[in-house]
């Protein structure tokens, strides 16, 4: 596969986060296009598998190479967010500002101008509700909204700066069934739309491979990893 075509990639990953065993991945590719569901992730483990491939810390042993350079080799805080930028981070951790509007908090990515928004800013915000499915919500504060709808905020800002790797670290850890099954389904069309290679980390078999059989459906190129429990986890690592 031509080196181009693989944005992430991990070699030998340990990382120790004080949990039972370290965190071990012998190897992983994510190349254009992809898509990844990770299943078994507990919520502990998908930050630190997160906070590897953006970057934001090292692994103790091994190698990440993303977009072509090795995150040890990032040089500065501005060359991380130049990185960073480049994922779609879709998670919890993201944090919304409760008495801003939809359309204000659909804002942030581009503008931190949200009380007066340019022209050009207000038809992008309107152009990520359309996507996300919050076109009739804009005017709503996020502080009174659902937990889906909160969910779907998170889903646009992920995907406002056009990124390469699209991540979503557990996204339906605070949803229903139902609106788990449809924040799914929603991710999947606009991945697929926008043919950008994704990962989901996630605890809920149900819910990765729910996702899996909709890529599968449509003839694309996804991939299950059914992690096991932790200590057999460790000792195997993960290989795709």
């Known amino acids: 596969m031509p080196p181009a075509d693989i944005l992430v990639r991990l070699r030998g ?25 990770l299943v078994g992730f507990d919520q502990m483990m998908a930050e630190v598998f997160v906070d ?19 995150t040890s080799a990032i ?20 944090v919304l500002v409760e008495q801003f509007t939809v359309e204000q908090n659909l ?3 581009l503008s931190v101008a949200v009380e007066e928004m ?6 992008q915000v309107g152009e990520l509700a359309n996507e996300v499915g919050l076109a009739n919500d804009l005017r709503r504060q996020a502080g009174v909204l659902a937990p889906g709808a909160r969910a779907r905020i998170r889903l646009g800002r992920a995907i406002a700066l056009a990124p ?39 605890a809920d078999h149900a819910f990765g491979l729910e996702r899996l059989v909709a890529i599968r459906a449509r003839g694309q190129h996804g991939r ?17």
């Not at 590897?52 to 090795?70: K, M, N, R, W, Y």
């Not at 340019?118 to 038809?123: E, L, T």
Request: proline share 7%.
């Open 13 to 37: 990953i340990t990382k120790d986060y004080r949990s039972l065993r370290p965190l071990r991945i012998a190897e992983l590719d994510v190349t254009r296009g992809r898509s990844l569901a």
């Open 52 to 70: 590897l491939i953006t970057g934001a810390i090292l692994p103790d042993s091994g190698e990440i190479v993303v977009f072509g350079q090795p």
């Open 75 to 94: 040089p500065d805080p501005a060359g991380w967010l130049v990185t960073l930028d480049q994922f779609g981070l879709l998670t919890d951790r993201a």
């Open 107 to 109: 804002a942030l990515p």
């Open 118 to 123: 340019s022209p050009d800013v207000r038809a």
């Open 164 to 202: 390469k790797v699209f991540v979503a670290e557990h996204p339906n850890a605070t949803l229903s069934p139902e609106d788990a099954a449809t924040l799914a389904a929603d991710i999947h069309r606009i991945v697929e739309r926008r043919g950008i290679a994704s990962i989901v980390l996630t």
């Open 224 to 240: 299950a990893v059914r992690t096991r429990d932790r200590r057999q986890r460790a000792q195997r690592g993960i290989h795709t």
